[in-house]
C-alpha cells in the first residue's frame, strides 16, 4: 500500500502518531494509499523547520522570491498532466477539471511574481517640517493554511503563493481525503529554488488543526471549508491571538429574469450546478426563475440538458463530471434528496441509482433535478455540495433578490438578463460576497480577491490579490527626521499638524 508522507523540510517524513486514513479511489471505491495522520509532535517539528527558514527566506530579495515563483510555475506547468491524473485518482473529478484547479492556482502563483511591486509600500516626504512617514510590509513569520477537499491544488496555491512570495513560511494542511498533489506542490517548490523548510505539508485531521491553532509560533491561519468548522478555526485561532481567515459553505443562487437569453442561461446553470458533481463552492445549486412562464422554461430546458449528460469515470474524457469524493459523502447527498421529497419539493429527476457499468463500487451520482422547493425547507437552507439542483420560484424581482440576500449561505450569486439597469440594481443591493451578471461561476481572477459573506467567510480579508498581501503582511510605518542640530525644547503636548 503507497504510504503519503509529510513533507518537512525538503524532505518526505513520516508522521508519528500511528493513526492513518484511507485514500480512496473515487471511481472504484478502492483504497488506493494512506496517509498519516500528523500528531502535534509532528506539527511542531514542522514549525520549528519553517522557523529556521523564515529569516534566510525574508531576507533574500523581493525579485528573486518572485523569481522561485516563476520558476515553480514553469514546473508546475510541464508537469501539468502529470499533477491532474494524481488529482483525478483522489478527488474524482475528470482530468480537464483538474487541469482548470491547477491552472486558477497557477493564477495566483503568476500573481505572485508581481510580488515586489505589491510590496512597495508608502512614503510621505515632508509630513512634517524635516519630517518624512513611510511604511513597509513586513511577513509575519511562520503562517498556516488548512484546506478542503474539492479544490487540493487551487486552494492551497491561493494561500502559499501569496504567504511565501511576501516572506513567509508556510504549513499547509491539505484536505486527508486527496493529499497526493499538495505534497508534489510542496516538493516542486523546493526544486524552483525555495529553501527547505519555507513549505511544508503536514497531513491530518483535527488534532493536526488544533496543533497548528495552538502553536504559539504560527501567527495566521488561513482556513477554507465547511462552515462549522470555519468558525471554530476563525474563534479557537482568535482567540490564541492569530489572524485568521476562514471561509466556509455555500448555496449560490442563480437568479434569471424573463427577458434573460434562456438558451445560454440554461446551458451556463447546467455546468455550474453539475461541473465537478456539484462539489465547487461556487456551483450553482439553486436555481430562481422570475415568473411562471420563465420557470416553465427553464424547467424544460433544464430536462433537455440534463437528458444529454454524461457521468463518467475521471479519466473519460466525454464525461462532464465524475464520482463525489466518499461513500460517506455520497450517502450524505442521497439523505438530503430523501428529505426534499420527505419535505414536499418535486422530485422532477432523481440521480440517486445510478450506476456505471463495470465501476458499481464507484460513488456516481446522475444529476438530480428538484423542482417547487421552498425557502422553509432545510433541504434549501443547508449545502448539499452534490449535483443536486433546486428550482426555487419567485414571483417578481424582489422576492429573487431577497432569497439569496435572506440565505445563511452569502458566497456567490448570479444574475441573468438583457436588462443593465436590472443587473446593476441588483449586484448593488444583494447579501453577497461574489456577484456575477450572465457569468455562472464568478470566482475572482487572481489579482481580484475571493470571499463570501455571512456564514460563508469568517474574518475580514479575503483569499489572493492585494487581500492576501494584507492578510499575510503587517504593516509598520516609521516617522523620520534628522535634526540639524539645534536642541529643541520638550515638548508634552502632543504634536498635530495645526
Ligand atoms: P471540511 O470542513 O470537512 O474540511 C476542511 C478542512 O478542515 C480539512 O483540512 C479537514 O481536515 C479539516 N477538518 C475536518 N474536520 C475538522 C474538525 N472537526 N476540526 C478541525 N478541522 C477539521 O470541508 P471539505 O468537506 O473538505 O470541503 C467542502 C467544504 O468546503 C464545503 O462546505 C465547501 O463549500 C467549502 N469550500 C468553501 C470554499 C470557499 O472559498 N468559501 C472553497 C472551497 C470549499
New binding site residues.
Given amino acids: 500500500m503507497r504510504q503519503i508522507a509529510n513533507f518537512v523540510n525538503g524532505q518526505a517524513s513520516e508522521s508519528t502518531s500511528g493513526r492513518f486514513g484511507d485514500v480512496y479511489n473515487p471511481n472504484t471505491g478502492e483504497v488506493q494509499a494512506r496517509v498519516g495522520l500528523s500528531s502535534e509532535a509532528d506539527m511542531d517539528r514542522a514549525v520549528k523547520s519553517a522557523l529556521t527558514a523564515q529569516p534566510i527566506w525574508a531576507a533574500m530579495n523581493p525579485q528573486r522570491r518572485a523569481r522561485v515563483m516563476f520558476e515553480f510555475k514553469r514546473l508546475v506547468e510541464a508537469r501539468m498532466d502529470e499533477l491532474a491524473e494524481l488529482l483525478s485518482s483522489e478527488h474524482g473529478k475528470v482530468i480537464a477539471d483538474s487541469k482548470g484547479d491547477i491552472q486558477r492556482g497557477l493564477e495566483v502563483i503568476e500573481f505572485a511574481c508581481g510580488i515586489p511591486h505589491a510590496l512597495k509600500g508608502e512614503y510621505t516626504e515632508g509630513a512634517g517640517p524635516g519630517i518624512d512617514v513611510y511604511s513597509v510590509r513586513q511577513p509575519l513569520g511562520v503562517v498556516a493554511g488548512?484546506?478542503?477537499?474539492?479544490?487540493p491544488a487551487m486552494?492551497p496555491m491561493w494561500m502559499f503563493g501569496v504567504a511565501i512570495a511576501v516572506g513567509n513560511t508556510f504549513i499547509l494542511?491539505?484536505?486527508?481525503?486527496d493529499p497526493s498533489v499538495p505534497v508534489r506542490l510542496g516538493e516542486l517548490m523546493m526544486e524552483a529554488g525555495a529553501p527547505a523548510g519555507v513549505l511544508n505539508v503536514v497531513h491530518?485531521?483535527?488534532v493536526?488543526?488544533?496543533a497548528i491553532l495552538h502553536h504559539p509560533a504560527i501567527k495566521a491561519v488561513s482556513?477554507?471549508?465547511?462552515?462549522?468548522?470555519?468558525q471554530?478555526?476563525y474563534a479557537t485561532g482568535a482567540a490564541n491571538g492569530k489572524r485568521v481567515q476562514a471561509?466556509?459553505?455555500?448555496k449560490n443562487h442563480g437568479i434569471i429574469l424573463p427577458d434573460a437569453d434562456l438558451d445560454q442561461a440554461v446551458k451556463d446553470i447546467i455546468g455550474a450546478a453539475y461541473g465537478s458533481a456539484g462539489?465547487?463552492?461556487?456551483a450553482l445549486p439553486v436555481v430562481t426563475p422570475v415568473g411562471t412562464k420563465t420557470a416553465e422554461a427553464v424547467r424544460e430546458r433544464l430536462l433537455g440538458e440534463i437528458d444529454k449528460l454524461k457521468v463518467g469515470i475521471s479519466t473519460d474524457a466525454s464525461a462532464q463530471y465524475g464520482p463525489v469524493?466518499s461513500a460517506a459523502?455520497k450517502q450524505r447527498i442521497k439523505d438530503y434528496i430523501q428529505m426534499g421529497v420527505d419535505e414536499g419539493a418535486e422530485l422532477v429527476v432523481d440521480g440517486r441509482e445510478f450506476a456505471l457499468q463495470g465501476y458499481e463500487n464507484g460513488y456516481f451520482l446522475a444529476p438530480t433535478l428538484f423542482d417547487h422547493v421552498k425557502p422553509e425547507m432545510k433541504s434549501y437552507q443547508d449545502?448539499i455540495?452534490g449535483p443536486v439542483l433546486q428550482i426555487v420560484r419567485a414571483d417578481s424581482f424582489e422576492e429573487a433578490l431577497s432569497l439569496p440576500s435572506k440565505h445563511q449561505y452569502g458566497?456567490g450569486v448570479a444574475i441573468f438578463t438583457r436588462n443593465g439597469r436590472a443587473a446593476r440594481e441588483f449586484a448593488s443591493r444583494v447579501d453577497v460576497g461574489m456577484v456575477g451578471i450572465n457569468v455562472p461561476i464568478p470566482v475572482p481572477v487572481a489579482y481580484h480577491t475571493?470571499?463570501?459573506w455571512k456564514r460563508?467567510?469568517f474574518g475580514d480579508t479575503n483569499?489572493h490579490g492585494m487581500e492576501g498581501v494584507k492578510f499575510y503582511t503587517k504593516v509598520k510605518t516609521i516617522t523620520a527626521r534628522w535634526p540639524e542640530g539645534m536642541t529643541e525644547d520638550s515638548a508634552f503636548v502632543i504634536p498635530t499638524m495645526k
Fill in positions: 488548512i484546506t478542503p477537499f474539492n479544490f486552494i494542511k491539505p484536505s486527508e481525503r491530518g485531521d483535527k493536526a488543526v488544533d482556513f477554507v471549508g465547511s462552515s462549522d468548522i470555519a471554530y478555526v471561509m466556509g459553505g455555500a462539489e465547487r463552492c461556487m469524493v459523502h449545502e455540495f458566497n475571493f470571499g463570501g460563508s467567510a483569499q
